[in-house]
């Protein structure tokens, strides 16, 4: 008896050690030129035609660091839904944002590798492709425009946390993973028409459905300058065919004290001005499911 007590202690402990570890790496996941790593987690309660988030870290972050410090996985655990959590393949880790191929669809860059991702979770899981979703903070952020940008097609909305436009930091020296100081600074600028080619020349030809944005921007921003806010309403005010002066409906205060909140086309494009807060704006992982749909 004192052997079976023992042995049901050293698998309790290793439950919890197979727990703690349930952030997974997938090797053989389809075409990845860029060599950008995937990792995964799967809830134990997963629906039966599981929603997807995709939450992309910033830069010198890691998959594990944002499995860590957001609150998707806590939330997969409620929901059921499945998060593919990427990581970035250069030292820094930063995302590549500014090479022809990341901004082409089906290019062969970061977003073709991230797009194969989430092709492969839709198969081996079963999962939802009316409910796949796509999320980042600043470097994180400046991808998840790229994806709703270069795939359309896949995901149902984006939520941007202190991002910048798609294509912003795009490299006219044809530079992969490059810094664009004139973005970063908040000197790049374009009227919504411009902003708006830029997202249909990344997917040539395509004229389906677009996904929902919400676009989250802090007023004290030092690394991504705050008008990136501003070009980013613009670029997809311009996708949408918005006026991007003229939200339909202003909200002081929500979702919190000394945040703004601005929506357009019954909430198809909705930007968060956030006075104050620096880089980069809180997530707000309830507000996230909300918007999702989850």
Not at 224 to 251: C, R, S
Request: aromatic share 12%.
């Amino acid at each position: 008896m004192k052997f079976f007590g023992q042995l049901t202690a050293a698998l309790a402990l290793l439950g919890n050690s197979v727990m703690a570890q349930s952030l997974t790496r997938v090797n053989n996941f389809g075409a990845n030129p860029s060599n950008a790593k995937m990792f995964i987690y799967v809830p134990r309660n997963l629906a039966a035609k599981p929603p997807i988030v995709v939450a992309i870290h910033y830069c010198t972050g890691t998959a594990q660091a944002y499995f860590t410090g957001s609150p998707y996985r806590q939330l997969a655990d409620q929901k059921g839904f499945i998060v593919i959590y990427p990581e970035s393949p250069f030292s820094g880790t930063c995302w590549d944002v500014s090479s022809r191929a990341t901004l082409t669809h089906e290019g062969g860059g970061n977003s073709n590798a991230i797009a194969n991702m989430v092709k492969y979770t839709l198969q081996q899981y079963n999962a939802d492709p009316t409910k796949v979703f796509v999320t980042g903070t600043s470097s994180g952020g400046m991808m998840t425009n790229v994806m709703a940008a270069t795939y359309p097609d896949l995901f149902a909305a984006g939520i941007v946390y202190s991002g910048t436009a798609a294509g912003c930091f795009y490299s006219q020296s044809g530079g992969t993973n490059a810094w664009n100081s004139s973005c970063a600074n908040g000197q790049a600028r374009g009227t919504p028409e411009v902003w708006a080619k830029m997202v249909f020349d990344m997917y040539q030809g395509y004229t389906g459905a677009r996904p929902k944005m919400m676009i989250y921007h802090g007023s004290a921003d030092s690394t991504l300058h705050q008008n990136n806010y501003n070009e980013t309403i613009k670029q997809w005010a311009g996708v949408f065919g918005y006026d991007p002066a003229k939200p339909d409906v202003t909200q002081a205060n929500i979702p919190q004290s000394r945040y703004t909140t601005y929506s357009w086309g019954d909430g198809k494009l909705i930007g968060v001005w956030a006075v104050g807060v620096g880089h980069s704006v809180p997530m707000r992982g309830a507000d996230d499911m909300k918007f999702f749909g989850i």
